[in-house]
């Protein structure tokens, strides 16, 4: 079993929709837990970071954590063409030496 | 300020030489990682620093590849008698600190392409 999982997609919303991004983590010692958006060819870019349980909105960009359930998504409202990108999901885990796994990530493609 | 850069942006190498890859982290940055992706798939974690120890270098897939991090700055990854798989993108990242939430947000370089011929 992956250390965290997404769904690879793709993911296809129209423009204005809200894209909704899912991510599952099999280690409850997690504690940090990030999003990163990468376009095509270059490096992935943090886009938020959660700690808590509940949401954390930023502009467009709503991250929300579910500890209990080992569950963290990212839903983007008013989704841009400028949005199409995939997105990874990462996760810290204190008791392994402080490692950080990545997903393979889920790609979003907004139709204009 | 600046952010993580990294050199050489491409490489192409024959197979069985050695490459040199280098990360200079965002300043006052105490951790750096080294992960790799190849084409269409995730990151894989190599090796983190803090400061100029590597605690956790479980995820160097072979014992050609090496890392070290001088001065609590500028680090470099090396890979001996490349492979052919060795071919994918070297990505570098640092944050504030490795442990502790709040702090470990990491920010990626550019990356190094590496193509082994």
């Known amino acids: 079993q992956k250390e965290v999982e997404q769904n690879s997609g793709p993911l296809s919303v129209p423009e204005g929709a809200i894209a909704s991004l899912n991510c599952t983590y099999s280690?409850?010692?997690?504690?940090?837990f990030f999003w990163y958006r990468q376009y095509s060819g270059k490096s992935p870019e943090l886009i938020m970071s959660?700690?808590?349980?509940g949401d954390k909105e930023d502009g467009r960009f709503t991250a929300q954590l579910n500890k209990a359930s080992q569950y963290v998504s990212l839903l983007i409202r008013d989704s841009q063409p400028s949005d199409s990108a995939t997105y990874l999901c990462?996760?810290?885990?204190?008791?392994?030496?402080?490692?950080?796994?990545f997903g393979t990530g889920t790609s979003l493609t907004v139709i204009p | 300020g600046a952010g993580v850069s990294q050199s050489p942006s491409n490489k192409v190498t024959e197979k069985g030489k050695d490459v040199e890859l280098r990360c200079d982290p965002i300043?006052?940055?105490?951790?750096l990682y080294w992960y790799r992706q190849s084409l269409g798939q995730g990151l894989e974690f190599l090796i983190y620093?803090?400061?100029?120890?590597?605690?956790?270098k479980s995820g160097l897939p072979s014992d050609r590849f090496s890392a070290e991090r001088t001065g609590g700055s500028v680090s470099t990854l090396t890979i001996q008698r490349t492979q052919q798989e060795d071919s994918a993108v070297y990505l570098c990242?640092?944050?504030?600190?490795?442990?502790?939430?709040?702090?470990?947000?990491?920010?990626f370089g550019p990356g190094t392409r590496l193509t082994v011929t």
């Open positions: 990242a640092s944050s504030l600190e490795h442990r502790g939430p709040y702090r470990n947000e990491q920010y």
């Open positions: 959660i700690y808590s349980n």
């Open positions: 990462a996760v810290n885990v204190a008791n392994t030496g402080n490692q950080f796994y």
């Open positions: 280690d409850r010692g997690s504690q940090s």
């Open positions: 620093f803090q400061g100029n120890s590597a605690p956790d």
């Open positions: 300043s006052g940055h105490t951790a």
